[in-house]
């Protein structure tokens, strides 16, 4: 018996002959994920005066399986932008690694982190345009939020063909079909965002929330939200829809 860990789980050479490598050589088509298999549903947004805040819930589903539920999709990045993920997790976490890779390199910078919000939008929607171009699309659909280079307020979309999307309120997925018309029922397009406060803006998205959660398979009532400020980025990440926390729902 050959004790070599490099042999293990190999068949012996001596007895069965030297392995045919050849099998392993391929002259198809190069492959690429032609569906996403855990995903991620809705991520929702509002702009309000001063700032803007972004929510999801914490699932990730495996087809119809609610299967993971603990999966956090509202990344920050940098001091003052936060990008929201959904569709495919397993691209989530690419662009993740992307996004700490650039974070990395712009803080070694003379100048430090410069990249706001609207710059970082820019720059994922040339992924995804350029991914999609190649026939290997980042199968996600984002929302990233924070302050343009003005300071104010910033809230826009990119999906995996690299199309782009601003509005004072915006959702993806089931969220663009159930959670946008009760966002535009509250804050009409004629009204100011300066008439719209940080409080309202919170308990929209809660509202938002518990809509999906009651009509949407691939939701949950645990969900993570972020509010944009001036003053930083405050981050919850554990919260639970009101009215489910003892299982009537």
């Known amino acids: 018996m050959n004790h ?19 099998y392993l050589q391929t002259t198809g088509p190069k492959a690429h994920t032609s569906s996403p298999a855990v995903t991620g549903t809705s991520v929702l947004g509002v702009k309000f005066n001063g700032g803007v805040v ?13 299967r993971f539920t603990d999966v956090k999709r509202l990344r920050v990045f940098g001091s003052n932008a936060i990008v929201g993920f959904g569709g495919d997790v397993s691209d989530m976490q690419y662009i993740d690694r992307l996004l700490e890779s ?17 710059n970082l939008h820019t720059y994922l929607s040339k992924v995804f ?30 999906d995996l063909l690299g199309t782009t999307f601003s509005a004072p ?25 300066e008439e719209v406060s940080k409080e309202a803006a919170i308990e929209a998205l809660k ?13 949950m009532d645990k969900y993570s939200i972020a509010v944009i400020t001036k003053e930083g980025i405050d981050i919850k990440e554990n919260e639970v829809i009101e009215g489910t926390e003892l299982g009537f729902c």
């Open 207 to 219: 509202q938002c929330l518990k809509v999906l959660y009651y009509r949407d398979a691939r939701s």
């Open 102 to 118: 650039i974070d990395i390199r712009e803080n070694y910078s003379h100048h430090g982190n410069m990249l706001n919000a609207k």
């Open 54 to 66: 972004l929510a999801t819930d914490n699932l990730a589903s495996y087809g119809s399986l609610a």
């Open 169 to 193: 309120h915006l959702a993806t997925g089931f969220g663009a079909h159930l959670a946008v018309p009760i966002l535009r029922r509250l804050f009409p397009e004629e009204m100011p965002l």
């Open 129 to 158: 345009y350029k991914r999609r171009s190649e026939f290997n699309p980042l199968w996600n659909h984002i929302l990233v939020a924070g302050y343009d280079g003005e300071g104010e307020p910033f809230l826009s979309s990119a």
């Open 4 to 22: 070599f860990p490099e042999a293990w789980g190999r068949p012996r050479d001596d007895v069965y002959g030297a392995y045919d490598h050849s």
